[in-house]
């Protein structure tokens, strides 16, 4: 399934979920799924709602602190943390984790964002170290001519595309 969210204001809200095809020999009917969850539902329910106590126990005594700092959804990253822990999971583990989706979120905003596409073509083309000294009609013309030589994009059937280098600021700051 194809990632149906790729403004990065979204992604940043979410959890990308990478999945694997399941093989032909493992795939089942739902009606099968749906008898095998009603065996398992008071089970589920109840383990659920253990989780749930030991969550707000903690919450209760002022929750945990995260050490290198919040990201955009503190309180969610807080008692999933918590909820990890309660699980059985190692310290810090659900944060790590998360932590390594937020880069995926931010590389699937970058491929879908041509603009982003054409400023990281050309900070890679770019010695390190070197600063990036233009006006912003160089700076436009520039990332226009990379998306259309370079990345084989077609500027004018865009919309997002700036239409102006004064435009230009605007779309780099909603890309960042």
Known sequence: INLAATKADLLDRGIIVQLER????RRRKLQEIWNDFEILRPKLLAYIFDILVKVLQIKQKGGIKI????NR???FEEYAEIIARCMGYQEGEFLRVYQDNIGVQIDEAIQANPLSM???ELMDNKDDGDELDKTPTE???ELNDIAETKLKISIQKIKSWPKTPNQLSRRLTEAQ
């Open 22 to 25: 399941i093989p032909k020999e």
């Open 67 to 70: 050490s290198n700092g919040l």
């Open 73 to 75: 959804m503190a309180d």
């Open 118 to 120: 054409a400023v990281m």
């Open 139 to 141: 700076l436009y013309l």
